[in-house]
């Protein structure tokens, strides 16, 4: 399960982690108030991990 709560880099290092498990699809909920913001964060993180 990802935190509920983390800088990005912690977010990115549990996705690393379920990268190293096998997991292929990753379904991310993200709060409805911060939800543009929180889009643009994850996309930050994915493109560290890329």
């Known amino acids: 399960m990802l935190p ?10 549990q ?3 379920f990268e190293e498990a096998g997991i292929q699809y990753l379904i991310v909920d993200l709060d409805p108030s911060r939800e ?8 930050e993180v994915i ?3 890329s």
């Open 36 to 43: 543009l913001e929180a889009l643009e964060v994850f996309k």
């Open 15 to 17: 996705i690393e982690l």
């Open 4 to 13: 509920s709560r983390g800088t990005p880099e912690d977010v990115s290092r």
């Open 47 to 49: 493109r560290e991990i």
